[in-house]
């Protein structure tokens, strides 16, 4: 090799970033020659090397020397090249990913290759390749435990992947159903709110998922409620889908108990509730009672006078009829309240709706000698409610609010005002009353079963309240007035919006 | 004296249907009545000249039945109270009965009764009147007596002989006899028993 020649080639070998070398197919592959680039890959100079006082064999990390040898081998067995990508470790102990590649140039006499090649730093790139696979492991991972069944699907809907949840969901085996639009997955008549969630739901989006529940269907046609979400893959250019599917059976049941629950306890406070406002509601059966017996009384004098008196006698019947049917409104009132019921829903008039529990509170208002004041607009419109139980937190909240001025000390006559307004689709009740407000110390408390800072009274009352407004969509809500006393109020949806 | 004031039932209960049955009924009974539907009504419209007998719901709105009888007691009203009430209130009753009420019934009324003690109500109101009215009488006449009369009045009816009188008070027998005449013209006695009866009337102290 003409001298000018060699300068250029040691030239390029000094510049390229990573380390030439010949050497011998021994055990640990003894180098006569090495680059520059040497000390940069692994941290010992070339005379160190060359002389053979390291090997490169030694570098090699052990768990990969088999395999890198494997390779060497079987191209030396061909006279061929080859490539091997592997892990050395460094002169100060660091691990390094390396990719080599050599070939077979010669055999001494006795046979050994001599080999020729080129080692570089590839540690970056394997790094990142080896975060893609974790990352990759990781996400399968998950969609393989996942509880909610994993589809995913191309633009037109056509499943591509069907995880083990959403096998056992519906099913099918991925093989079967691959292929299919996923409308097949739900109930038909659901096909078209399925369409145009697809629809809506295109193009990429980052906020929170926005699901829809409907009827799942599965591989036997059984139905069962489940939320659906699509979300557009990220960064897949032709379009790709996931679908996360969860059956919402056991949800469903478990509001169910809950829901009955809730009514039973209802059942219990209104029964409570009733017991407690026993002493009234005597004495609200006992004054028609008592003059339906002298209207009675009355009419028998009149008849057996000399000259009967029948003007007189069809008056007092009259009037003993009418008290009759006044005692029957109080039972029918009670009975009301305290048959337990399926709580229901339905469009309810709010001025009825105040207007009957303000007359059943009315019985305990006499008692304390407080007045009930019903503000409302003129018209309210109809709402969405269970009557019953939504009579049932109003009066419940009148209760405690005269209970609370009772103990503020309100003297006869003073007010409490069940008032109703309505705006934005919703309709405000609120109960206002002029008692000693809620203390701090008792906020916490306020809205725990069984708390009560009554003496009588079991304390179901405002929890059960809350929980009957919350499963009403709505919320309780009190603030205390500033001129004394407190407010509680709840919204009720109108009737059609639901 | 003027004449008389009639004998009412007044009835004052908050509850339209129980005062209208009890109005009923006393016309039933040909009991002449008012009604008032509170107990302040009836407090603004009474006068001390009224007479008959109230009947009294418990519990009212306002003013209860309970604290228009302690006004009533303040003003030394002298109509006899029946309490009704649609509580078994046993205390209240109590409280009522201590406080002089004239009885305590509870709804629904055995109709018969009720009307009955309304009756013995305006009885024992007439007889507490007309004894009010003789007091008053007497009173009056006992005011037109000299302090000489007084003195001889009050031993004359409790016994002691006209020598003993006259011996006491230091005059003469006969003037003692002339201040008795007196006496007994101006309390309208015609004898010695009747004079000793209005003095046990009109309860005055013995003389020392």
Redesign the interface.
Request: hydrophobic fraction near 50%; aromatic fraction near 0%; charge should be negative.
């Given at each position: 090799m003409p001298d000018g020649e060699y300068d250029r080639l040691e030239t390029l070998l000094k510049n390229l970033p990573g380390m030439a070398y010949r050497c011998l197919n021994l055990k640990h592959w003894p180098m006569d020659f090495v680059s520059d680039g040497c000390y940069e890959l692994c941290g010992y100079h070339r005379h160190e090397i060359e002389s053979q006082q390291v090997l490169w064999g030694d570098f090699t990390h052990p768990d990969m020397i088999d395999e890198v040898d494997r390779v060497v081998r079987s191209a030396a067995d061909r006279q061929g090249a080859f490539e091997v990508e592997y892990r050395i470790i460094t002169r100060d102990g660091a691990e390094k990913w390396v990719w080599e590649r050599g070939r077979v140039v010669d055999y001494r006499e006795d046979g050994v290759a001599v080999l020729e090649g080129f080692i570089t730093d590839i540690n970056n790139r394997a790094l990142a390749e080896a975060a893609s696979r974790r990352a990759e492991a990781y996400a399968q991972a998950i969609v393989d435990t996942a509880i909610e069944a994993v589809i995913t699907v191309d633009e037109q809907g056509a499943m591509e992947s069907f995880n083990q949840a959403a096998c056992d969901m519906f099913g099918y085996r991925p093989e079967e159903i691959a292929g299919q639009h996923f409308r097949r997955l739900v109930g038909t008549r659901f096909y078209s709110d399925l369409d145009r969630y697809f629809q809506q739901n295109r193009a990429p989006f980052r906020g929170p998922p926005r699901g829809i529940e409907l009827d799942g269907c599965d591989r036997d046609n059984r139905y069962f409620p489940v939320a659906l979400s699509i979300r557009r893959i990220p960064e897949s250019e032709d379009g790709k889908y996931v679908i996360l599917i969860r059956d919402l059976t056991e949800q469903r049941r478990a509001e169910k108990v809950v829901r009955e629950q809730r009514d039973l306890l209802a059942h219990v406070d209104r029964l409570n509730t009733l017991g407690e406002m026993a002493a009234g509601m005597a004495h609200e059966i006992n004054q028609p009672l008592t003059a339906i017996s002298m209207y009675a009384q009355s009419g028998l004098q009149f008849l057996q006078r000399e000259q009967p008196d029948l003007e007189k006698l069809g008056e007092a019947l009259a009037k003993l009829s009418q008290q009759a049917h006044r005692a029957g409104a109080v039972i029918e009132r009670m009975q009301e309240m305290t048959r337990p019921h399926q709580s229901r829903r339905e469009s309810v008039d709010p001025a009825q709706l105040l207007c009957g529990i303000r007359e059943l509170a009315e019985v305990e208002a006499r008692l304390h000698k407080f007045a009930i004041q019903l503000r409302m607009a003129d018209t309210l419109p109809p709402v969405h409610c269970d009557p019953v139980q939504i009579q049932q937190v109003i009066l419940n909240l009148l209760r405690n609010g005269m209970e609370s001025m009772r103990a503020a000390n309100c003297g006869a006559g003073s007010r409490i005002v069940l008032e109703a307004t309505w705006g934005k689709r919703k309709v405000r009740i609120a109960i206002v009353d002029s008692g000693l407000g809620i203390r701090p110390e008792h906020q916490s408390l306020l809205y725990q079963p069984f708390a009560s800072t009554k003496e009588s009274g079991m304390g179901l009352g405002l929890a059960i309240s809350r929980s009957i407004i919350g499963a009403h969509g709505g919320r309780l809500e009190y603030v205390n007035n500033p001129g004394g006393g407190a407010t509680f109020s709840f919204d009720l949806d109108l009737s059609g919006d639901e | 004296m003027s004449d008389p004031e009639p004998q009412l039932v007044h009835v004052v209960d908050d509850?339209e249907?129980?005062r209208?049955?009890?109005g009923?009924?006393l016309?039933?009974?040909g009991l002449p009545h008012r009604c008032y539907d509170s107990a302040d009504e009836f407090f603004a419209a009474y006068g001390v000249e009224q007479r008959g007998c109230l009947v009294l719901d418990v519990?009212?709105?306002?003013m209860?039945g309970l604290e228009l009888q302690e006004k009533l007691r303040e003003v030394d009203a002298a109509l006899p109270i029946l309490f009704i009430t649609?509580?078994g209130d046993v205390p209240m009753a109590v409280e009522a009965m201590r406080r002089g009420a004239f009885d305590f019934l509870r709804?629904?009324?055995d109709?018969?009764t009720f009307v009955e003690r309304i009756r013995e109500a305006l009885d024992r109101e007439s007889s507490d009147w007309r004894y009010k009215v003789d007091q008053r009488e007497l009173n009056q006449r006992l005011a037109s007596l000299t302090e000489r009369e007084h003195e001889v009045f009050r031993r004359v009816a409790t016994g002691v002989a006209n020598k003993a009188i006259a011996a006491e008070l230091g005059i003469s027998e006969r003037t003692v006899e002339v201040h008795r005449a007196q006496v007994m013209k101006k309390l309208a006695a015609r004898t010695l028993a009747q004079l000793v009866r209005i003095h046990l009337l009109l309860e005055l102290p013995l003389p020392r």
């Open positions: - | 509850d249907a129980v209208d049955a009890i009923m009924l016309d039933a009974a519990r009212m709105p306002g209860s649609g509580h709804k629904p009324i109709e018969a």
